[in-house]
């Protein structure tokens, strides 16, 4: 059972940066694919970002494409989402998911959230005008 804890959430200015954090524990995070997704108030859980096992396989949503990172230290058992230009409409709850994977690069299912087995809390991501 992999349990996954996000943080580094807050309230940014639109234009600025931030960065995301979850932290992994529970299972042997290197055979695990990652995946960030958000969630506005009345809107469907949105795909922002994946990456595989090793990290050198990534996949963004097209919203964010050039302005978003996703990368993994697995000897620290952590995945980043680095996020910048932010825009108010990007105000939302952050997700971390996680997958057992056997594939050595991002798998299709992965921009969905049938494709993940284990889910985190959340961050709140507030981006004012």
């Known amino acids: 059972q992999v349990q996954l804890v996000e943080s580094g959430g807050g309230l940014v200015q639109a234009g600025g940066s931030l960065r995301l954090f979850c932290a992994a524990s529970?299972?042997?995070?290197?055979?695990?694919?990652m995946g960030w997704f958000r969630q506005a108030p009345g809107k469907e859980r949105e795909f922002v970002a994946a990456i595989n096992r090793s990290g050198g396989s990534t996949d963004y949503g097209d919203s964010v494409k050039g302005r978003v990172t996703i990368s993994r230290d697995n000897g620290k058992n952590t995945v980043y989402l680095h996020m910048s230009r932010l825009k108010p409409d990007e105000t939302a709850v952050y997700y971390c998911?996680?997958?057992?994977?056997?594939?050595?690069?991002?798998?299709?299912?992965?921009?969905?959230?049938?494709?993940?087995?284990?889910w985190g809390q959340g961050t709140q991501v507030t981006v004012s005008p």
């Open positions: 529970g299972g042997p995070f290197s055979s695990y694919a």
């Open positions: 998911a996680a997958r057992r994977s056997y594939s050595a690069s991002v798998e299709t299912r992965a921009r969905y959230r049938y494709g993940y087995d284990y």
